[in-house]
């Protein structure tokens, strides 16, 4: 059973940075890619960024430059340093871990409970 639990986010100015924690329970972390996704009201929950069992990163247009996606598979702790940030990055932020491509679908049975980051002046 996968637990996710996240943290870090709250409510900053644009320019402003956060750092979110995802931890991972239920699951053999260093074998799975982990991603990073948002949701804002009345949108589809989409992919930001995602990395892999090796350590490689990919990261959606937007936020590329912005948003450094890590993690400590020892800890079995993932990471979203948030830099640079815009009020268009307004959302519920989510982790999640599988597959890569469970990851990149995002069809997931189930999700934690979600951080929310809010950006505005």
């Known amino acids: 059973q996968v637990h996710l639990v996240e943290s870090g986010g709250g409510s900053v100015q644009p320019g402003g940075s956060l750092r979110l924690s995802c931890a991972v329970s239920?699951?053999?972390?260093?074998?799975?890619?982990m991603g990073w996704y948002r949701q804002a009201p009345g949108k589809q929950r989409e992919l930001v960024a995602a990395i892999t069992n090796d350590g490689s990163t990919n990261y959606i247009d937007s936020v590329k430059g912005r948003f450094t996606i890590s993690r400590d598979s020892a800890k079995n702790m993932g990471y979203l340093q948030l830099n640079s940030l815009k009020p268009e990055d307004t959302a519920v932020y989510y982790c999640?871990?599988?597959?890569?491509?469970?990851?990149?679908?995002?069809?997931?049975?189930?999700w934690g409970q979600g951080t929310q980051v809010t950006v505005s002046s």
């Open positions: 239920g699951i053999v972390f260093s074998d799975n890619v």
């Open positions: 999640n871990v599988g597959p890569l491509t469970v990851v990149v679908d995002g069809l997931f049975e189930a």
